[in-house]
């Protein structure tokens, strides 16, 4: 019995947050991945385009309850989403024909197009800002629990309550669903082989007719998307916060370069090492000890590697380590 | 900079601004006082220091440094450390345990990396982990005794290591070596790689040092800040000079009430204090970019490939002018929280200290010394007066909105929120139709 509470309580505070916040940073990362693939440079504006996104959603949200429209028992921003999709790709399109474009013409280094995404990211920023506010704003409107902790009691007969909430679940599905059509985009159609192809070799892509404009129109139409959708599933789990979006990208570039910068499957392997390690050092596995050794052999303290300040600090450590073992990330990704 | 008569125009039209502020009536542009024209004067100064530290990185080498907020920060913990009196009895109840715990810490990274070097792949493989979590462990069981013994002590006062007592101007060299200390670790492992990854690299730097210094109450005490800094040694406190009935006849002599003279006087002192300083770096900053290391460096940011064809070390020099720019950074820190007389880690923004500095650097023209200063001086200047600027600029573009409507509401509301946008602007537009600035390198 003792062992089946611990095993449950494993699974409430460790496994099923880190799922769910895995799936986010994968998102996020596959965002920042794809970018990097074909426009070679990292998007420092990226957790303000999931900030930009999610505060669009959060406002169709608004209007869409003020209508009495609703898909109870889920939350109605996933109605709103396409939305919030259209209005951020339509930023991010407007933004690289006013920005980005030029330096890609002129063949700029790449750290001047970093820097040009610094000032995205102020201008974003100001925008999401002014559109919402800075105001923590919560708006999840649906069934709050799939499993519920004092039923789950109930039922099982165990001291451990056992809660998955409904926005976990939204997570984890949407997640599915958006990374097996952006492979199955990636790899079946013909505007995803000529992305692959323009990441691949940028020269043999261009001779052999590939429309750099499109490529790179595509990539922000589907950056745009995979922000947004990741912003949101984050705000619908925690809760919306603009200066929030901003901290995630150490954690979104960690992963990002734990999988291997231009790599799409090595950015999703890289969000889950990176929520997982986060969740795990910063847990406070007490509980689960006490359940597993006899009474008196329970610590006092609690036993945890990292307090949870820190949690930025474990997305560092990891891409400190990568860095310094092996540049490339596990799935090899572009190093240079 | 070359003396011409363009570049002159610009400092003395820089001037002009700082002396309108205090000198004119108060109206919609200036505020006519001078006490807010020192004190952006001051401040600017040490924007400066700041931006002459991140031209040495970005100007002279090309590095992007994301985390400038963490060095600044990381300075800033010297003037704790170096002036503030001690804690009594603090270092006595864990000082011994704090001083074990880093040596167990520096220890184990010493071994992983010596273990690294030395052995066979599958040797490395189980041994490197086993040293890192076992190093951990010690390390832990070490500081977390220590720390909160520490903390026990003098809670409500203090509670934390406090400092030596020493002159508060020592503590600037010291902020810089922290700094230093900091880059030197950053840089060892981000630096020889794609120049993205420095960006991210700094990035987490910036916010890790933020988090240290927001949490670890036993070492500037955290978010219940440090107050009561001391003042360095020419600055009075206000208080002694209003009691003193010298000054006060003085200050009535020349028609000022002994208040604003006091805080004139202290405002003064301190803007003399950090030209000296700025006057310093500029001078040295100069020197070494016209000495055959300056021409190295350039030759580097230009054509690394060439640069390693004639036996350059690229990636050794990177390091060290990326340790010098970031030392430069926590020097500023360290000034900013003696003009503060107070430590909060929670005022530290990262948009604040690192990309607005970003802004007055590409601004003022990158790689020219003269040209970041200028631009610091200008870029703080706008975005303090922007503050007051931004709802008087809403409140005309909505005056013929009418009063109590929704839209005017919101508008007025979010005119603050208006200076980010601006900066970020400015900085697109600037590195579109002017990437090299108000004074180019050459």
């Known amino acids: 019995m003792d062992f089946l509470n611990a095993i449950v309580a494993l699974l409430n505070f460790v496994i099923i947050p880190a799922s769910a916040y895995g799936a986010q940073l994968a998102l996020g990362a596959l965002g920042v991945t794809l970018i990097y693939g074909i426009l070679r440079f990292s998007n420092f504006a990226h957790g303000d385009t999931m900030a930009f996104g999610t505060a669009i959603t959060i406002l169709v949200t608004w209007g869409l309850q003020s209508l009495g429209v609703s898909i109870s028992p889920l939350p109605t921003a996933l109605l709103a989403l396409p939305f919030g999709i259209a209005a951020t790709a339509a930023l991010v399109l407007g933004t690289d024909r006013a920005v980005y474009r030029f330096y890609r013409k002129k063949k700029s280094d790449p750290i001047i197009l970093v820097m040009a995404s610094v000032g995205v990211m102020f201008i974003m920023n100001g925008i999401t800002r002014f559109v919402i506010g800075v105001r923590d704003i919560q708006f999840d409107d649906g069934v709050r629990f799939v499993i519920n902790a004092r039923e789950f009691r109930t039922a099982t007969g165990l001291a451990e309550g056992l809660a998955l909430r409904s926005t976990q679940v939204i997570t984890l599905v949407t997640a599915v669903l958006v990374v097996w059509a952006l492979f199955w985009f990636l790899g079946r159609t013909r505007t995803g082989k000529s992305m692959r192809a323009f990441s691949d070799n940028e020269d043999l892509a261009l001779l052999s007719g590939i429309n750099p404009e499109r490529v790179v129109a595509v990539t922000w139409i589907i950056a745009a998307a995979l922000a947004t959708i990741a912003g949101t599933l984050f705000g619908l789990d925690k809760s919306f916060k603009a200066f929030n979006y901003f901290q995630l990208l150490l954690p979104i570039f960690a992963a990002a370069i734990v999988g291997g910068l231009g790599n799409p499957l090595g950015a999703i392997a890289g969000g889950f090492v990176i929520s997982f390690s986060e969740v795990a050092v910063t847990f406070d596995f007490r509980k689960v000890v006490a359940y597993l050794v006899p009474g008196d052999w329970t610590p006092d303290g609690p036993i945890q590697l990292l307090s949870t300040e820190y949690k930025f600090a474990v997305s560092f450590a990891i891409l400190i380590i990568v860095l310094l073992f092996r540049p490339t990330g596990i799935f090899r990704g572009k190093s240079s | ?442």
Request: net charge positive.
């Open chain 2, 1 to 442: 900079m070359t003396l011409n008569y363009r570049n002159i125009a610009l400092f003395a039209g820089m001037a002009l601004l700082l002396v309108l502020e205090g000198a004119s009536a108060k109206n919609a542009v200036f505020s006519g006082s001078w006490d807010t024209s020192l004190g952006i004067l001051n401040v600017g100064l040490i924007s400066a220091v700041l931006a002459l530290g991140v031209n040495i990185q970005w100007g002279y080498a090309g590095l992007f440094n994301a985390g400038v907020v963490g060095f600044v920060a990381i300075g800033g913990l010297a003037p704790v450390l170096v002036a503030m009196p001690a804690n009594p009895g603090a270092f006595s109840a864990g000082g011994m345990g704090i001083v074990a715990a880093f040596a167990a810490a520096v220890a184990t990274v010493w071994a992983a990396v010596l273990v690294n070097r030395r052995a066979s792949f599958q040797v490395r493989l189980i041994a490197i982990p086993v040293i890192l979590i076992g190093g951990f462990l010690v390390y832990r069981a070490f500081f977390g005794p220590a720390s909160s013994a520490i903390e026990a002590v003098n809670t409500a006062a203090a509670g934390n290591l406090g400092g030596l007592g020493l002159p508060v101007v020592l503590a600037w060299p010291v902020g810089a070596l922290f700094a230093a200390g900091a880059a030197w670790v950053v840089g060892k492992t981000a630096l020889g790689l794609r120049s993205d990854y420095l960006a991210i690299a700094t990035l987490g730097i910036g916010e890790i040092i933020v988090s240290v210094l927001r949490n670890e109450e036993w070492l500037a005490r955290g978010v219940l800040n440090v107050n009561g800094i001391p003042r360095p040694w020419p600055v009075p406190r206000e208080i002694d000079l209003q009691s003193s009935a010298d000054f006060v006849a003085r200050a009535a002599s020349v028609g000022l009430d002994p208040v604003s003279a006091s805080t004139l006087t202290v405002k003064l002192l301190y803007s003399a204090l950090f030209l000296i300083v700025l006057l310093i770096l500029i001078w040295l900053t100069q020197k070494a970019l016209a000495s055959p290391w300056g021409r190295m460096m350039r030759a580097i940011r230009d054509n690394e490939t060439a640069a390693a064809a004639m036996g350059k070390h690229i990636t050794r020099r990177h390091l060290q002018v990326f340790i010098l720019g970031s030392a430069v950074c926590g020097l500023a820190g360290a000034m900013m929280i003696t003009l503060d007389g107070q430590m909060t880690p929670g005022s530290y923004n990262p948009l604040r200290y690192t990309f607005l500095i970003w802004v007055m650097v590409i601004v003022g023209g990158s790689g020219n010394n003269w040209g970041s200063v200028l631009g610091a001086m200008l870029i703080w200047y706008l975005y303090t007066k922007a503050e007051s600027w931004g709802p008087q600029l809403m409140a005309f573009v909505t005056s013929g909105m009418a009063d109590g409507s929704v839209i005017k509401a919101h508008l007025m509301a979010s005119a603050e929120q208006m200076r980010l946008l601006t900066m970020g602007l400015i900085l697109l537009l600037v590195l579109r139709f002017s990437p090299r600035g108000l004074i180019p390198e050459k």
